[in-house]
Each structure stands twice: as structure tokens, then as C-alpha cells.
């Protein structure tokens, strides 16, 4: 397994490599032209003729995207994010998709696992009063490492992150795990995706992690602009629990600003695939880890209690030989069928022990995390109308329902009357299942046996 970290950069795979580079930087400009709608298609990618049966799988994770901003616009026509809006043409847009989790790690983990964060184990723990991050469980099988078996290369780029990152288990089953601060930037994410494709002639599993929108701009004690994490905005600037009108105006103004950057990465990386001859048939899924909030409830960033501004992400998939092409189903669907939907086009089974179902299949919608006080908090949905999030720690026990209909700012939970609903009890069945190193009885503590063999200080 090929290792590249933080501040190496990625060394050329062939001798030619220079030469295909050059001809990739056509090839990839004149995709670039056709992901836009600007040139004829013929000239511009090589056939499909005699690859593999079994397709590519593409997995772009954009952390923080927010699932409204892709909504504006593809409803006003794709002027600000026009190679998402291009994909979504050529996909199926699932305009109701949830996040398994409020925060990279657990998100993230269920993405490549199938499994809801406790059952993942890569989630916050409470231990001696202080809050830790667990690895992936290590009977987690993972999807680079199913998708390994069927005969695909595998690969991951990140931009240098120190969450999702080979000490948490990310990087199990990938034959590459190239995790680089430089990729930060959209032109050198495409052109570390484009050397490793050049290697390639069969077909590939590749994950994309696109790190530009959780961070803000505060100033610092000396007066300098600092960049943080936007969840410590809430700490940093509104302790009183409430943002104020014009801080939330200037967090949502450089949120907004950094959308172009993500749409242009996005739109190189696609172009490396169209210039490889491997677009129109592979499965290229476009989603979120979480979302972000923006000053509602008095909050910032992620990581947060489950809010429709942290759980509600995009969900574009752009399914082999543009099946389904313009397709956008309302119905609420969760990111863990990710999971399930890429094993399903690779012909592998699916794990018995894992809770994902393809995305097509109707199937539960959950989101379960530790909170930043140690306590256990989920939450689930009935359909399109209703939404329960319910807190769990020692001897505390509450659950609210909200109507997402007439209440979709989550205003005026119903925390005294929900107890006869069929979503409560589905609730408390989805509780009581065992977890792994869980206790089998009763509701699992957020601080209770832990899964993995290591752990770090929780930063998010």
C-alpha cells in the first residue's frame, strides 16, 4: 500500500510521465469544455471499448456542503455551481438526503462502512471526563476494502487532514492513501487524480475528500485574521449562545464565498475522468459528510445537535450510462446507502452485519452522535413529515418531535406528547440494539465500552 502524507508530494508513476502529462492537460481542457456545454463531444475522450465490465466508483465528499446551496442553483439554472448543476443533469438528485452524523469523522466513517456511527465506533467517547475520538472498530470491513476484492485499484485523496486520516483506520483497503496539504487546491487535487488514473487500465475505486467550507475568518489577539474551525465561532464569538445579526451576516457571506472553489475542483476532477475515457460509465456519487450551520439556533459549523443545517446534505449520483439521467426523487433517503448503492454496482455482496441499503431501496433514515457534554443524541425521521431527536445520558432521557411541514426551522419541538408516536417507538427500538463492546440491555451510555484499539482528544 502506497503512502503519501502531509507535505509529500505524490511522485510520477510511469517513465513518460511527463509526456502524459502534457496530453492530459489537453485532454482535460477540452473536458473541461464539454462538462460545460461548450464543445461537441466528439475528440475529447476516448472510448469506453474493452474496460471492464464492472465500473468505476467515484466518491466526492465536499465537507460542510450545505444541501440548500445546491439546491439554489440547480433551481436558478447552475450560474453559480455549474459543473454540480451539470452533473445533476447527467444524475439523480436526491433532494431529501440525510447525514448519518452532524461531523466529519462519524460521517465519514459511515460513508465507507455502511454503518451507523455506533455501530462504526468512530465517534466521540466520554473517558475520565474528557472527550475522545475512537478509530474504526476493527471488524469494520470497509468499502475501498470490498471493492478491492472485486478487482478494482483503489485510491484516496485528501487535502492534508488530520481526522480522516490512515491513524483513525481511513485508509484501510486503499492501495493508494495520498493525504497532502497541497490538494487543498482545486488544480493540484485534479492533477494528483489525473497522475494516478494515467497508471491505471482497469477499474477504480477513488475517493476525493474536498476540505473548503468549515473554516472562518476570525481576528486573533494581536488583531491578525485567523482561520478555525467554524463550530468554535459559537464559542469564540457568540458565548452567550447567540450570534449576533451581523456576525451571522459575515458567516454566511464567507460560506457562500467559498462555493466557487468547490465547484471548480469538482469540475477538474470530472474532467480527468471525462479526459480518461471513464466518466460516462462509472458511478460518481457527489454528497457531503454533514452540513453547516449558518447562525441558526444561535450555532455555527458542525458537530452540533442534529439540525436540518447539519444533517441535510446534497446527494447527486450519476449512476452507469447515465441511468436515470435528470431524475430527482423527494422521497428522504440517507447518505449510509452510499455505501450499499457503490457494492450493488460493483456485483459484491453486501455484509450481513452492516445497516446500509442502496439508495433505490426504501430503508431508515437515522443520524446518531456523541455531544460536545458527553451525551448520547439521535435523531430520525417518519417519512417527509416527521422528525424526532432524542438526548440520552445516565438517568436523562428526553425526546422531541418536530413538524417538519409547518416547522422546518425546528422552532417549536413537542417535547411532552410524543410518546405514542410510531417514530418514538421505532426510536426506542433503534436505541436498544446492541452495539459492539455496548452493553446489550437498556439505552448505551455515551462514556460505555468503546470500540478500536485507539483513540485521540476530540478537536470538533
Not at 475522450?45 to 465528499?61: M, Q
Not at 460521517?107 to 455506533?118: D, I, M
Request: glycine share 10%; with cysteine.
Amino acid at each position: 500500500m502506497r503512502r503519501v502524507t502531509r507535505g509529500q508530494k505524490p511522485a510520477d508513476r510511469t517513465p513518460d510521465a511527463a509526456g502524459r502529462r502534457s496530453a492530459r492537460r489537453w485532454a482535460r481542457a477540452c473536458a473541461v469544455l464539454l462538462l460545460a456545454g461548450l464543445a461537441a463531444a466528439h475528440g475529447c475522450a476516448r472510448s469506453d471499448g474493452g474496460r471492464e465490465t464492472v465500473p468505476d466508483v467515484v466518491l466526492v465528499v465536499v465537507d460542510a456542503l450545505r444541501a440548500d446551496r445546491v439546491r439554489r442553483a440547480i433551481e436558478s439554472g447552475g450560474a453559480a455551481l455549474p459543473h454540480l448543476v451539470r452533473l445533476a443533469e447527467d444524475g439523480v438528485v436526491y433532494e431529501r438526503a440525510s447525514s448519518p452524523a452532524t461531523w466529519c469523522v462519524p460521517a465519514h466513517a459511515s460513508l465507507l462502512t455502511g454503518r451507523w456511527p455506533s455501530f462504526h465506533g468512530a465517534e466521540r467517547r466520554l473517558r475520565n471526563g474528557e472527550l475522545v475520538v475512537q478509530p474504526l472498530d476493527a471488524e469494520a470491513v470497509t468499502l475501498a476494502e470490498i471493492l478491492a476484492t472485486h478487482g478494482l485499484r483503489t485510491a484516496a485523496f485528501l487535502p492534508g487532514r488530520a481526522d480522516v486520516a490512515a491513524a483513525q483506520g481511513f485508509d484501510r483497503g486503499f492501495a493508494d492513501f495520498v493525504n497532502d496539504p497541497a490538494l487543498a487546491v482545486p488544480s493540484h487535487m485534479a492533477d494528483a487524480v489525473a497522475h494516478w488514473l494515467d497508471a491505471q487500465s482497469g477499474p477504480v475505486f477513488l475517493f476525493v475528500s474536498l476540505d473548503t467550507l468549515r473554516e472562518a475568518s476570525v481576528p486573533g489577539d494581536g488583531g491578525e485574521i485567523q482561520r478555525i474551525a467554524r463550530a468554535d465561532v459559537t464559542n469564540a464569538v457568540g458565548r452567550s449562545g447567540v450570534l449576533s445579526p451581523e456576525k451571522r451576516d459575515e458567516i454566511v457571506t464567507e460560506y457562500d464565498s467559498g462555493l466557487g472553489a468547490v465547484d471548480q475542483a469538482l469540475g477538474e476532477l470530472l474532467a480527468a475522468l471525462q479526459a480518461d475515457g471513464r466518466y460516462a460509465g462509472a458511478l460518481i456519487v457527489v454528497t457531503a459528510d454533514h452540513g453547516e450551520l449558518l447562525g441558526e439556533h444561535g450555532l455555527a459549523g458542525s458537530g452540533w445537535p442534529p439540525f436540518e443545517g447539519t444533517l441535510n446534505v446534497p446527494l447527486i449520483v450519476k449512476y452507469p450510462q447515465g441511468r436515470d439521467a435528470g431524475t430527482h426523487v423527494d422521497r428522504r433517503v440517507s447518505t449510509l446507502g452510499v455505501f450499499a448503492t457503490a457494492v450493488e454496482a460493483a456485483g459484491a455482496r453486501l455484509p450481513a452485519d452492516v445497516q446500509a441499503r442502496p439508495l433505490d431501496d426504501h430503508h431508515p433514515v437515522w443520524a446518531e452522535d456523541v455531544d460536545r457534554r458527553g451525551q448520547r443524541v439521535r435523531a430520525g425521521y417518519d417519512g417527509l413529515s416527521k422528525k424526532i431527536i432524542r438526548v440520552t445520558s445516565g438517568d436523562v432521557d428526553v425526546a422531541c418531535m418536530y413538524d417538519m411541514y409547518v416547522d422546518w426551522a425546528e422552532l417549536n419541538p413537542d417535547c411532552g406528547s410524543s410518546d405514542h408516536e410510531p417514530l418514538s417507538r421505532a426510536m426506542a427500538s433503534f436505541s436498544k440494539r446492541p452495539r459492539p463492546g455496548e452493553p446489550a440491555s437498556g439505552f448505551a451510555q455515551a462514556g460505555d465500552g468503546a470500540s478500536g484499539a485507539g483513540r485521540r482528544r476530540a478537536t470538533n
